[in-house]
């Protein structure tokens, strides 16, 4: 869980050649519901889902970093590990399914996961606050009889003319660096970064 929650905020802070955090707080959700009722009349409004992911695959990249590989592959990995395939062959791409290992494309440690419901990751250290922040799949149940929009919110595939170069990502996925300064009262914001998709 905590090495798929690395990333930017850890390569900023490398570049940057700061200090690790002396204290860092992980929370991860696998799913949440929460029911809008209204109680005067004694039915259900809304359900609100933050949802998990479908299956995701992963390559070791380095220093512990892992790259969430695009859908075409994604898929042909599912399928083989689903026939419980020793190794899978498909035109550049070269597995090993019994060690998890992936040869081609790229070179690395395979794992399979999924983006958690909600993830939040904060961080410490002597000059920096850090925040990180991701919201899986997002939907909105219209609970109304009758109602003309049943999902008022949903995930959409993207169209298969451009899913197949995609990787699947977070709804929400929110990144702050926030830096200590000698003058009370003044932040410096040495990273923002916000991400809403789907």
């Known amino acids: 869980q905590k ?3 690395e990333g930017v905020i850890d390569r900023i802070k490398a ?19 929460l029911s809008l009722v209204d109680n005067n009349r004694k039915r259900e409004v809304a ?8 299956v995701i695959w992963q390559v070791a990249r380095r220093r512990g970093h892992w790259k969430t590989l695009n859908n075409t592959v994604i898929a042909l990995l599912e399928e083989a590990y689903l026939k419980n395939q020793k190794d899978l062959r498909h035109k550049d791409l070269c597995v090993n399914l ?14 399979r996961t999924r983006y958690e419901g909600v993830e939040l990751r904060a961080g410490v250290s002597k000059k920096d606050f850090s925040v990180q922040a991701k919201i899986g799949y997002v939907q909105i149940d ?7 929009y049943p999902q008022m919110l949903y995930p959409l595939p993207p169209p298969p003319t451009v899913a197949s170069t995609l990787e699947p990502k977070p709804f929400v996925e929110a ?16 990273y923002v970064h916000v991400l809403v998709q789907k």
């Open 3 to 5: 090495e798929r929650s």
């Open 15 to 33: 570049a940057d050649g700061v200090a690790k955090n002396m204290i860092e707080i992980s929370l991860s959700i696998r799913s949440i519901g």
């Open 47 to 54: 359900y609100i889902g933050v949802t998990q992911s479908g």
């Open 98 to 111: 019994e060690t998890m290992k992936m040869f081609t494309p790229l070179k690395g440690a395979l794992r």
């Open 142 to 148: 219209n609970q109304l009889p009758f109602s003309v």
């Open 175 to 190: 990144s702050v660096i926030i830096r200590r300064t000698d003058q009370p009262n003044v932040n410096h914001f040495k």
